[in-house]
Nanobody, 112 residues
């Protein structure tokens, strides 16, 4: 059974930073792409960033230059460093393995 556990969300002021972490466990291919999505009530879940096992990275346009995704294959971890946060970044952030497995999400609130 594959399990993904996110952490690191919280309340931050505009312009601030947060670092999300996702720990993956269970039986899955280490060659899968890992990524972060986010969702706000009433809207579809949207891709934030993804990273392949070989390090190929894809960012949504709305986070380019502000967010950085990374992964540690040895530890089965994926991270999302979020800088220059904006109120519109407020959402529940989900970790995923190739869209097949999902974590429970971690809430990020950007507000003064």
């Amino acid at each position: 059974q594959v399990q993904l556990v996110e952490s690191g969300g919280g309340l931050v002021q505009p312009g601030g930073s947060l670092r999300l972490s996702c720990a993956a466990s269970g039986s899955f291919s280490r060659f899968n792409t890992m990524g972060w999505y986010r969702q706000v009530p009433g809207k579809q879940r949207e891709l934030v960033a993804s990273i392949s096992s070989g390090g190929r990275i894809n960012y949504a346009d709305f986070v380019k230059g502000r967010f950085t995704i990374s992964r540690d294959n040895a530890k089965n971890m994926v991270y999302l460093q979020m800088n220059s946060l904006k109120p519109e970044d407020t959402a529940v952030y989900y970790c995923t393995i190739s869209g097949n497995y999902w974590g429970q999400g971690t809430q990020v609130i950007v507000s003064s």
